[in-house]
């Protein structure tokens, strides 16, 4: 089994709704993001996935949410709480969209960091 791992990051504020602490107010992270990719299948030249491609997806992905205040500006977190667990979880089921079928068993996991000590994992 081959794994790719490719990690970005993006600026952004959030604040948790309904929580109880300092938290609840708006405030920013530099959120770093870790996708790790994998795969049986090597191409012929001997790749299971050219690394640039998976930077260009993710990087789509995370520029929603860069320079923004995600409660308010990324729709999907209107309504859900924008928690590390709930951004690892969103983030993987966008990659899932847009790597179809490309590998299997495809996307293992993607961990979001909150600050350079604390991650969430999130795998299906």
């Not at 993006?10 to 300092?22: E, Q, S, T, V, W």
């Not at 923004?68 to 983030?91: C, D, G, H, Q, W």
Request: glycine share 4%; aromatic share 12%.
């Amino acid at each position: 089994m081959y794994r790719l791992v490719i990690e970005d990051h993006f600026d952004a504020a959030h604040c948790l709704r309904g929580y109880k602490g300092p938290c609840a107010r708006i405030h920013g992270h530099t959120w770093k993001v870790e996708v790790c990719l994998e795969g049986k299948e090597l191409d012929k030249v001997g790749i299971l996935v050219d690394f640039k491609i998976i930077k260009q997806v993710l990087k789509k992905i995370l520029d929603e949410f860069d320079h923004r205040l995600i409660n308010k500006e990324v729709v999907y977190f209107k309504k859900v709480n924008p928690t590390a667990e709930n951004l690892s979880k969103y983030v993987y089921e966008k990659l899932n969209l847009l790597f179809p079928a490309m590998l299997e068993p495809g996307i293992r996991w993607v961990r979001v960091w909150e600050s350079p000590v604390a991650y969430c994992e999130y795998e299906n």
